[in-house]
């Protein structure tokens, strides 16, 4: 009557580690996005309207499955933490990112100089967004940029839209210039090379900078230097404006006057008729920009169109007084280092 039962052990024992062993590798993976008809519509409506070859981009859509990683990285958090200026300041502001910095304006002199006469922008802004995108190059992203697009194009239905015009871009972006769509590398979101382009902004505004015949920002520092210029000055930039100047309020400034938004539309004469002041042209038109930080007293500033124009590279006030503070100190520290002529006084300090 045992017999059997004991025979069972050793057969149970063996399924188990079977199980155990089999299951990490048998686990079902995602359906590639060929599985998924969103896809499939639109391989047919690129062949429609741009020539590409439909089955082709079926293929390339067979070997890539939706990335987890990219749409948790893309979505809000759960319980969003609190707008702070005090936290998110030193992540670009710090000694490191300002030596190499420093550095890179140094390395990158004539191309910088240059890009500033032709698009009106200060050589330090430049730097200061490619600071603040990649540190200089040096994280420019991990990602798939095909398999990043095609995640967020049919997977993250709040931004559908937006990234399958990105991912449509990309395509086009890889047939002009000749690359192979599943080998590109960039951000979670799609942004590529030094600069961080989107690929829609790469096609609109990249520019061969060094002359080699082919727009290249995953590699050509000279091209993401003329690019950054380019963009900037295509969305408004006004050569020789200020960007910002901090304010001094005389209490709580009425809510409506932030509300009014990051694009200026508030005389500074009428600003200081409601107790806040600011060393600038009475006539100008600036935002009110509140700088806060849970606990601490909020920090105001003015800010001109060119600090508006900083925010159409990323649309947020702390991403654009980073870029506009980063660039100042880069500045200074230049002038300290290299104020040994009268030229390189004029270039780099501030009269």
């Given at each position: 009557?045992?017999?059997?039962?004991?025979?069972?052990?050793?057969?149970?024992?063996?399924?188990?580690?079977?199980?155990?062993?089999?299951?990490?590798?048998?686990?079902?993976?995602?359906?590639?996005?060929?599985?998924?008809?969103?896809?499939?519509e639109f391989?047919?409506?690129?062949?429609?309207?741009?020539?590409?070859?439909?089955?082709?981009?079926?293929?390339?859509?067979?070997?890539?499955?939706?990335?987890?990683?990219?749409?948790?990285?893309?979505?809000?958090?759960?319980?969003?933490?609190?707008?702070?200026?005090?936290?998110?300041?030193?992540?670009?502001?710090?000694?490191?990112?300002?030596?190499?910095?420093?550095?890179?304006?140094?390395?990158?002199?004539?191309?910088?100089?240059?890009?500033?006469?032709?698009?009106?922008?200060?050589?330090?802004?430049?730097?200061?967004?490619?600071?603040?995108?990649?540190?200089?190059?040096?994280?420019?992203?991990?990602?798939?940029?095909?398999?990043?697009?095609?995640?967020?194009?049919?997977?993250?239905?709040?931004?559908?839209?937006?990234?399958?015009?990105?991912?449509?871009?990309?395509?086009?972006?890889?047939?002009?210039?000749?690359?192979?769509?599943?080998?590109?590398?960039?951000?979670?979101?799609?942004?590529?090379g030094i600069?961080?382009?989107?690929?829609?902004?790469?096609?609109?505004?990249?520019?061969?900078?060094?002359?080699?015949?082919?727009?290249?920002?995953?590699?050509?520092?000279?091209?993401?230097?003329?690019?950054?210029?380019?963009?900037?000055?295509?969305?408004?930039?006004?050569?020789?404006?200020?960007?910002?100047?901090?304010?001094?309020?005389?209490?709580?400034?009425?809510?409506?006057?932030?509300?009014?938004?990051?694009?200026?539309?508030?005389?500074?004469?009428?600003?200081?008729?409601?107790?806040?002041?600011?060393?600038?042209?009475?006539?100008?038109?600036?935002?009110?920009?509140?700088?806060?930080?849970?606990?601490?007293?909020?920090?105001?500033?003015?800010?001109?169109?060119?600090?508006?124009?900083?925010?159409?590279?990323?649309?947020?006030?702390?991403?654009?007084?980073?870029?506009?503070?980063?660039?100042?100190?880069?500045?200074?520290?230049?002038?300290?280092?290299?104020?040994?002529t009268t030229?390189?006084?004029?270039?780099?300090?501030?009269?």
């Amino acid at each position: 009557m045992n017999t059997p039962k004991l025979t069972l052990v050793p057969l149970l024992l063996a399924t188990m580690i079977t199980l155990a062993h089999a299951t990490p590798n048998s686990a079902p993976k995602a359906p590639s996005f060929a599985d998924d008809p969103a896809a499939i519509e639109f391989a047919r409506d690129l062949e429609t309207r741009h020539g590409f070859n439909a089955d082709e981009l079926i293929n390339q859509f067979a070997q890539t499955r939706p990335n987890a990683t990219v749409l948790k990285l893309i979505k809000p958090p759960a319980s969003p933490l609190q707008r702070s200026w005090e936290r998110y300041r030193p992540r670009f502001l710090n000694d490191r990112r300002i030596d190499r910095g420093t550095r890179f304006w140094q390395e990158n002199a004539a191309q910088l100089a240059k890009a500033s006469a032709v698009y009106g922008v200060p050589e330090e802004i430049i730097v200061a967004i490619i600071g603040v995108e990649t540190e200089y190059g040096r994280n420019t992203g991990g990602f798939g940029v095909f398999e990043a697009l095609s995640t967020l194009a049919f997977n993250y239905p709040r931004r559908a839209e937006f990234f399958r015009t990105e991912l449509e871009q990309f395509l086009l972006l890889a047939r002009e210039n000749k690359l192979d769509p599943m080998a590109v590398k960039g951000s979670f979101a799609g942004a590529i090379g030094i600069p961080q382009f989107m690929p829609g902004s790469q096609r609109r505004y990249a520019v061969d900078f060094d002359g080699d015949q082919r727009v290249d920002l995953a590699s050509s520092v000279d091209d993401a230097i003329g690019s950054v210029g380019r963009f900037l000055e295509q969305h408004g930039w006004q050569a020789g404006q200020p960007i910002a100047v901090p304010a001094t309020t005389s209490g709580t400034p009425e809510a409506e006057l932030i509300q009014a938004g990051i694009r200026p539309s508030l005389k500074v004469a009428d600003l200081a008729g409601k107790g806040i002041t600011a060393n600038i042209d009475p006539q100008a038109t600036a935002a009110l920009i509140d700088l806060v930080s849970p606990g601490r007293e909020t920090e105001y500033w003015l800010g001109f169109e060119n600090f508006y124009v900083i925010t159409r590279y990323n649309r947020s006030s702390f991403y654009a007084m980073s870029v506009f503070q980063l660039g100042e100190e880069i500045r200074n520290r230049m002038c300290a280092r290299q104020s040994t002529t009268t030229e390189n006084r004029a270039r780099y300090c501030r009269v």
